[in-house]
């Protein structure tokens, strides 16, 4: 899940590629200037804005019009159609049970960040945010104008509610994210209070006005707690339209919607149906985007993208292809083991079986040289661990030195690098030493433990393109004797097992932003590790770790973030709970010529509700 989206669903679920993340700098509104990015730091009194950033100063004032990349001027209409592939049984993306299809449109937020600015929050249903003189609380002044779609006022109350709601409710992450605020206080109809636990967590204000509102009118009459079927009531642009569960999902633009002028809103959101086709496999995906049924693709396989759009409508310029720059931290994605599993308690097991992926290989002769591989949670922030430890980092690290691996201190983390012949046997020597430190011995070609029993695991997987890259990785396990085998299912099940712990290893994300913050607990914590339908998919448990996250969350300024942040990166990396995976610094995205944006990069590659149909038939 989404480091700022944790409680949405998104618009464009399944179009970004691999990570990301969207989300306390307070900027000045019309009345006062904040000038210092952390609560401590801000001037006395109260602060009174139209944004609140983790990063920096908000790049707009509180007089804009429209985001950079919207054009005010877009044409209203038309019908876009995306592939996702999977399957969905529910439209409440607020509970663990069901798989939700892509419904986020349909609610509003307090505040609304940009494909620019992922880390900055704009007021949206909220014209006015106001953060106390002691810290404490932070408070939003609604907008008066604000209406669900059936007509009723949107007012402090339903916020309050909806608090409430996903945190007795809602998925075990909301209550980790959110586990600094102590209470939401509806004071009249257009203001609500959200009272804090401390002053030192400076996220709050921004990650406060992610919640998607709900209408407590409506939801009072349902159970909350169970998968939805009927089309729910929200305020946001989009209302769900005709549904086709487990097949395709529209999503209708909601003719009057009250937020259409605001500056949030102006210029976006200029489809009248976005439809979602949802396919079991990505090749069958594939040729409908080819034979026009799809309409928009990022393509994630490099592969296809050298050799895949060599057919006609590519060659006669009706399918337009582009590389966007991508200009977003990445964070984490790969093969994470469950570490709740005996057979991967021990780290040097875990070492062993990380270093038997011979990355250069495949980047040669699958990847087209496209690819750099990942070495870092915190990849492109400046958060990233590199070399050894700094001054700064050892004071962290120092007190726990003896529950952390010497190597760590003396060492900088490093994975493998082959020349790409596919010849990595002194690799696998080496990885071989340590499953005999370990207790592992090999008979018979087999590595096995001191009764005999055999190293094997599953590799659960929920994307058939990605067997190509993980045969030969079970072929190099098995020289060090280790039975690993790929299993296939389809992403709700996949999901299904991923949140009940049920697997041995898998494809996981775990996307950051430039300002890492309350997530990190879900992702780390060894509270959350016990929590089924956390992130905490490795189950990583470690009193060093914990230690390590509050130190995140409570940094004093930009600095002891920024080191608390390379400590932790160290301790996981060193922990050798995942097989990283890699990345590129672009976004490949084919279009039918049909469609129009603004021809300004973003740095989140593209953002689609920003684009329009070119000649675009009224609905």
Known sequence: MRRRSLLTTGLTTGLT???????????????????????????????????????????????????????????????????????????????????????????????????????????????????????RSVAFELRPEARFHDGHKLTAEDVAWTFETLMKHGRPQQRAYYADVEKAEAQGPHRVVFHFRTDQNRELPLIIG??????????????????????????????????????????????????ANLPTGRGLYNFDRMRTEFFRDPTIAFEAFKAGQVDIRVENIARQWATGYDFPAVKEGRIKREQLPWNLPFGMVGFGMNTRLSKFSDPRVREAIVCAFDFEWANKNLFYGRYQRLKSYYTFTECASSGLPSKEELALLEPFRTQLPPRLFTEPYTLPVTDGSGNNRDVLRHRLTLLKEAGWTVKEGKLVDASGQQLSFEILLDNPPFERVLLPYTQSLAKLGIDARIRSVDPAQAQHLQEEFNFDMALMQFPESDSPGNEQIGFWSSASAKEKGSNNLMGVSSPVVDALVAKVITAPDRASQ??????????????????????????????????????????????????????????
Not at 76 to 99: C, H, M, W, Y
Not at 226 to 248: I, M
Not at 564 to 589: F, K, S
Request: charge should be neutral.
């Open 562 to 619: 920024v080191t608390a942040c390379r400590a932790l990166d160290r301790v996981l990396l060193w922990g050798w709970y995942i097989m990283p995976n890699w990345t590129a610094a672009t976004m490949n995205v084919a279009y039918w010529n049909r469609f129009a944006h603004v021809d300004k990069p973003v740095r989140s590659g593209f953002a689609l509700d920003s684009w329009w149909a070119v000649s675009p038939t009224k609905g």
């Open 210 to 259: 992610q919640l998607s509102v709900l209408p407590k009118h409506w939801w009072e009459k349902r159970d909350f707690t169970q998968p939805l079927t009927e089309p729910p009531l929200g305020s946001g642009p989009y209302q769900v339209g005709k549904v086709d569960f487990g097949r395709s999902l529209t999503m209708e633009r909601v003719k009057d919607w009250w937020a």
């Open 17 to 135: 590629a691999g990570a990301i993340s969207p989300a306390l700098f307070l900027m000045p509104g019309t009345m006062r200037r904040a000038g210092a990015q952390f609560l401590r730091d801000l001037p006395p009194g109260v602060v009174r804005t139209h944004a609140v950033t983790t990063v920096g100063a908000p790049q707009l004032p509180a007089d804009f019009k429209n985001f950079p990349y919207a054009n005010p001027d877009a044409p209203k209409g038309g019908e876009i159609v995306q592939a996702e592939t999977g399957s969905f049984d529910s439209l409440n993306p607020f509970i663990l049970r069901g798989v939700a299809g892509p419904v986020g449109a349909v609610w509003d937020t307090l505040l609304v960040s940009t494909a620019d600015e992922p880390e900055t929050g704009y007021a949206h249903l909220a014209q006015v945010i106001e953060i106390a003189a002691d810290r």
